[in-house]
């Protein structure tokens, strides 16, 4: 087709094409590409989508207007996505009298997202060069996944922050109130992607905005205010409009100003002074031309933003995380827990009042992930409702909603500015109607604080009896924020931040970070000072307690020994939900298994039904937060009631983790009914295992760390009939204790160690010691005493399942070590029998059932969790049996724990046990191998996904595993 100028459209597509792939190596693009339905004019390849480009240029044929020309290329796309051509599509105008030869300098090419609706006359569309439009593109196969669009977002706000100067920099972080370097580090580049995600959330804001600004009744127009800005009242322009100015950064100033003349302070504030800092610096228009583009094409993809898109980056970048204890859960897993957490029979979810009435709290929210899940949640079931009523609820009413919500249902508090700032954006840009004034959104104070030296422990001073002690932190001159960035009362934003409601669910991903790390950001003098705070608040809560039941609090019931931060939030969840309230929590699965822990479980078993707790036993993703690398579990509890209070717990095992919120939804619907109803693919990529009252309410929840829950049938078995390794042997000093008693030395000393656990070196239950030691300079008396405590038979106190060959050694003369610790056996021989029963099938199950789940496939173990290993009682005659067996193999290779099925040395060993104790212990050969079989099959160990994940068949049983 030939246009104005004489040039054809196909040289302009050929052109364009090219151009597409040379500014972006990572696009396919291919001009004139021929499909089932004709020729498109370009086909782009990105990310595994086929994105249908259809161009039209103006003058061409009957293409006389910008609209003319994307009726028709729109038209042409909806064709190629309805024939299964491509999956995604652009429609696109060239400029009238364009040619081939000046397309690489053409900024005039206008193009639209092309979805499965005509395109609206009046819709927003972009403009740009070839290199813009390629860079637009790869944002584009980001529609369909949050995750994709979180990391380009944050891939280009790092290269905007690099870009600006240093001194650029450093002066956001002045600004800020953020210092240069975090221990010993210069944070200014993580500081600034922090900084500039303020402003890209704004662009984002302002998108959703525009529409609802044009149309902004006359009455609400706010008054001109003619001794601040002489200009009246008009509709902001889009951000689009600033991008091409000489002067974006002052100009996006303007247009934000004029709507914090209507509202919306909280997520404008932070932005405009970002954009003030850098404001007649010309080396910052490029920086934020990139931020801008960014949340443009973000608004764009996704145009109905319904997970947080936010959270991720700015906890990646929180440079104080690691201190804070501040954990980003993913947004599937806020889906997953809300969806579990928010039932369909909760309440009549089609009576609005139902869901203006059930009140939300997140005490740590960070950017509002779990509010924001929680609020989806609620507007799901809602329209599920009305729907199965036949009724509809209209855009208008679902908006309405969102608005009574978040000014009154959903509560946050957070001790980080930039945190609640997110929090208030993402969750706004559901209602753009939102009063921001109402909305309940506090960053409380953390810390020493003042000339008076006040100590604020952050949300949890509402645990005190006195809730006065909470305050809200207030910044001077032109930060000046109280309560979600308004100059406000003081002493009434306060107030209502002190005094919430009784909670209908308490959702939250609490704290977790031991305490020694936890105050190591405070000097000593203030460190003493948070650790009695914290100390106060307990006993306050415990004396409260007592007057409240009329008992004190049970012995073992302890929730918050102070030696990590996410205790204090169990009472402080206690306080907050009302009689019939659901707690919701996002926790480390080291809590279900430490003996540390232990308080936390009995308490929170018997102030509430645990209904769920859902653990990955997926190797590839063993965690909720993004920004963790441990395992982690999510806990659904009740209130106790007169039904739920003999219920069991359900262990849901997930085989296959879930990576977006399009999984969580409807894995959290499977989970919350019969998984039996309907068959799906899903039903292969998780178990549900149900565990009695009495046993969760003991502290025992280590059902959780079995993949098969027959294993922990055969542990609770085995240890019914075995003694403790404890009350036969003293187990001790733990690897770290030895650490600090001793160190390694280059020269050669009569003290010599088993210092690592290497599986390429320690292949065989025999072993020699591979270093020399010497005591740390000042701890000459506690290396004394631990070398005292030196042995032969040593258990490994960390192992890598899927790599390591076994759990316990022995070394030919006494000894200590750093990944073991020495075990004091009655006599040669008890030695040489317990180093076999370790080692052996039952032995390892015992292991497996007894470590702490710091991370699955690579577990920790406390003295306390060596102490409680299941052991025979063995007279002298056995002992010695087993003893020969260990002779005979002891310099045996054997093979790693995943390969146990094939290792002969240990079925020579389980042979030995079962032909010298088994009998007694009440397990046959045939149980000894299901067992062998079942603890290689375990994806901690294997390594590997389950085998039902793999095969899409459900295995349920050792039966199942065959031979």
Not at 60 to 70: M, P, T
Not at 784 to 812: C, D, H, S
Not at 920 to 931: P, S, Y
Request: glycine share 6%; hydrophobic share 40%; proline share 5%.
């Amino acid at each position: 087709m030939t246009g104005g100028g004489g040039q054809r459209e196909e040289a302009l597509n050929t052109e364009l094409a090219r151009l597409i792939r040379e500014a972006n190596p990572e696009i396919v693009s291919k001009g004139e590409w021929l499909v089932s339905s004709g020729a498109v004019d370009i086909l782009v390849e990105v990310s595994g989508q086929r994105i249908a480009v259809e161009a039209k240029k103006l003058g061409s044929g009957n293409i006389g207007s910008v609209g003319d020309a994307f009726d028709a290329a729109g038209e042409q796309v909806r064709k190629r996505i309805k024939n299964d051509d491509a999956d995604l599509g652009v429609a696109l105008v060239y400029p009238r009298g364009l040619t081939d030869d000046k397309l690489a300098d053409c900024v005039d090419l206008l193009w639209i997202h092309v979805r499965d609706k005509v395109v609206p006359r009046t819709a927003q569309h972009f403009h740009g060069s070839a290199a813009d439009l390629a860079e637009w593109l790869a944002w584009l196969p980001a529609e369909r996944d949050p995750t994709e669009t979180t990391k380009r977002l944050k891939a280009t706000l790092v290269a905007a922050a690099r870009t600006l100067p240093k001194e650029d920099r450093l002066s956001l972080l002045a600004e800020f109130g953020i210092p240069k370097k975090r221990d010993g580090r210069e944070i200014d580049v993580d500081a600034t992607v922090r900084i500039l995600l303020t402003v890209a959330a704004a662009v984002m804001f302002h998108c959703r905005l525009q529409t609802y600004l044009e149309n902004l009744p006359k009455k609400e127009h706010p008054e001109d205010d003619h001794k601040s800005d002489t200009v009246k009242w008009r509709a902001p322009s889009p951000p689009f409009d600033c991008l091409d100015s000489d002067a974006p950064i002052t100009d996006l100033m303007q247009e934000w100003e004029l709507i914090c003349r209507v509202d919306y302070h909280p997520v404008f504030h932070a932005a405009i002074v970002a954009l003030g800092t850098l404001a007649g610096r010309p080396s910052a228009s490029g920086s934020i031309r990139k931020v801008v583009r960014a949340g443009l094409y973000v608004s764009e993809v996704v145009p109905f933003i319904q997970h947080d898109l936010l959270g991720g980056i700015f906890h990646e970048v929180l440079d104080t995380a690691r201190y804070d204890g501040s954990f980003y859960t993913t947004t599937a897993a806020a889906t997953l827990l809300a969806g579990l957490a928010i039932r369909a029979d909760d309440r009549d979810w089609a009576d609005p009042d139902a869901a203006r009435n059930f009140r939300v709290c997140d005490p740590a929210c960070g950017s509002g992930t779990l509010l924001l899940a929680a609020m989806e949640r609620i507007y799901e079931l809602r329209n599920r409702a009305l729907n199965n009523g036949a009724k509809t609820g209209s855009e208008d009413d679902n908006t309405l909603l969102a608005k009574e919500m978040l000014e009154g249902s959903l509560w946050g508090y957070d001790i980080n500015q930039t945190a609640i700032h997110l929090a208030a954006t993402t969750l706004a840009l559901r209602s753009p109607a939102v009063d921001f004034k109402q909305m309940c959104l506090f960053e409380s104070k953390f810390g020493v604080i003042g000339p008076d030296e006040e100590v604020h422990l952050g949300s949890v001073d509402l645990i005190r009896s006195e809730a006065g002690r909470l305050e809200l932190n207030v910044k001077p001159g032109r930060h000046t924020q109280i309560q979600m960035g308004y100059e406000a009362d003081k002493d009434d934003e306060e107030d209502r931040a002190r005094n919430p409601p009784d909670m209908s669910l308490l959702i939250m991903n609490p704290p977790f970070t031991r305490d020694s790390l936890r105050h190591d950001q405070f000097g000593e003098k203030h460190e003493k000072m948070m650790k009695a705070a914290e100390r106060r608040v307990v006993d306050e809560w415990k004396a409260e307690y007592a007057e409240r039941t009329g008992t004190q609090l049970p012995a073992g019931m302890d929730p918050a020994r102070l030696h990590s931060s996410d205790g204090l939030f169990l009472i402080l969840s206690e306080r907050l939900t009302d009689a019939d309230g659901t707690l919701a929590l996002v926790l480390p699965a080291v809590v279900a298994t430490s003996p540390g822990a232990l308080g936390r479980r009995i308490f929170l078993s018997n102030r509430f039904h645990i209904e769920f707790v859902v653990i990955p036993h997926d190797p590839r993703r063993i965690f909720f937060s993004g920004n963790t690398n441990i395992s982690e579990m999510l806990i659904v509890a009740r209130r106790k009631t007169a039904t739920n209070a003999d219920n069991p717990t359900r262990v849901v095992k997930l085989l296959r983790n879930v990576v977006s919120p399009l999984e969580a939804m409807p894995l959290a619907e499977k989970i919350a009914t019969d998984k039996s109803a309907s068959k799906s693919p899903i039903d292969s990529w998780f178990r549900i295992d149900d565990v009695p009252r009495e046993r969760i309410e003991e502290g025992d929840w280590r059902a959780v760390g079995f993949a098969w829950s027959w294993l922990d049938e055969r542990l609770l078995v085995l240890e019914d009939s075995c003694l403790l390794l404890g009350d036969i042997a003293p187990v001790g000093p733990g690897g770290q204790r030895t650490q600090d008693a001793f160190v390694r030395s280059t020269s050669s000393e009569e003290r010599r160690a088993l210092w690592n656990h290497k599986s390429g070196i320690v292949t065989s239950m025999a072993v020699e010691t591979d270093v020399d030691i010497i005591a740390r300079p000042g701890k000459a008396n506690l290396a004394e005493k631990y070398w005292g405590q030196r042995r032969r038979l040593l258990v490994a106190n960390r192992i890598n399942l899927p790599t390591m060959r076994m759990f316990a050694v022995r070394a030919e003369t006494p000894t200590v070590g750093s990944a073991f610790v020495p075990v004091a056996a009655k006599d040669e021989n008890h030695e040489k029998a317990l180093c076999v029963w370790l080692n052996s099938t039952l032995g390892t199950l015992g292991m497996y059932g007894n470590r702490t789940l710091k991370k699955l496939p690579y577990p920790r173990f406390s003295l306390d969790d060596l102490r409680s290993m299941p052991v025979p009682d063995l007279t002298d005659a056995q002992a010695a049996k087993l003893a020969a067996t260990y002779d005979q193999h002891a310099t045996s290779e054997m093979k790693s724990f995943r390969e146990m099925n094939d290792c002969e040395t240990r079925l020579a060993l389980d042979k030995a046990v079962a032909e010298t104790v088994c009998e007694k212990l009440g397990f046959t050969d045939e149980d000894i191998a299901a067992i062998r079989r079942g603890l290689a099959a375990e994806p901690s160990i294997s390594g590997k996904r389950d085998p039902s994940v793999e095969t899409g068949e459900v295995i349920e049983s050792e039966l199942d595993l065959g031979t």
